[in-house]
């Protein structure tokens, strides 16, 4: 998890809220990318970034939005237009390249009250 | 497209046995695969990766891995299990960029590991 670091650890959403979720990385890595994990599913892809001020959709992107205004800083905001948010999210970095190894932070766990 | 199949949910091993868990990779290129670890609530912790080169990977914590073209598989092995081996570990495996993914890495379902004592 070093260098990688993701808040809360834990979250809580009403219904029709919007909820950010934090992931900052000293890497020094230009890419970015969100995960959402379920039970018996893996990981799946919710948004990239390979650069500042550009990010693209992963594969389950809808009721989820993202910015990247800084290297550093990749955050997630979890929208009311998602109806099943209750997983484990999880951020990674990466050096962009094919070969590269992708590290992850240690992770935001949301729940719905 | 590019897919990776954990065939066990759950692999049952005592300690001090060797551990085997099995992964196979489907890609239209050259295969990029990688092996991660997850204890409960934390996040995937890196193991090792296949790129090119030597079959047999080793990487952190006495972990090994050997690739095998032709059965494209990637099983993660490790000759003498811990009590403290006992995770979640997942095979990932990345080939050719496109828009919808970039160099994301497609993750098998999950095996967990038990190690008893």
């Known amino acids: 998890d070093g260098g990688i670091t993701q808040s809360p650890k834990y979250l809580f959403r009403k219904e029709g809220q919007n909820v950010t979720l934090s992931c900052e990385q000293n890497l020094n890595h230009d890419a970015m990318y969100w995960y959402r994990q379920d039970p018996g599913q893996g990981l799946r892809l919710i948004y990239y970034s390979q650069i500042v001020n550009d990010f693209q959709k992963g594969d389950i992107a809808e009721g989820y939005s993202v910015s990247r205004e800084k290297k550093e800083s990749f955050p997630l905001t979890v929208t009311s237009a998602q109806k099943n948010p209750t997983a484990f999210y999880l951020c990674?970095?990466?050096?962009?390249?094919?070969?590269?190894?992708?590290?992850f932070g240690p992770g935001t766990r949301l729940l719905v009250l | 497209a590019q897919s990776v199949a954990q065939p066990e949910d759950q692999v049952n091993v005592a300690e001090g046995n060797p551990l085997t868990v099995k992964c196979t990779y489907s890609?239209?290129?050259?295969?990029?695969l990688f092996w991660y670890v997850q204890y409960p609530n934390r996040g995937l912790q890196f193991l090792l990766k296949?790129?090119?080169?030597?079959?047999l990977v080793k990487g952190s914590y006495g972990f090994e891995a050997e690739f095998n073209k032709s059965q494209t598989s990637f099983h993660l092995k490790k000759p003498s299990a811990l009590v403290s081996d006992s995770a979640l570990y997942f095979c990932?495996?990345?080939?050719?960029?496109?828009?919808?993914?970039?160099?994301?890495?497609?993750f098998g379902k999950g095996t967990s590991l038990l190690v008893t004592p």
């Open positions: 990674a970095s990466s050096i962009w390249g094919q070969q590269e190894t992708q590290y």
């Open positions: 990932a495996v990345r080939d050719f960029p496109n828009s919808n993914s970039g160099y994301a890495l497609n």
């Open positions: 890609v239209s290129g050259n295969p990029y």
């Open positions: 296949y790129i090119t080169g030597d079959n």
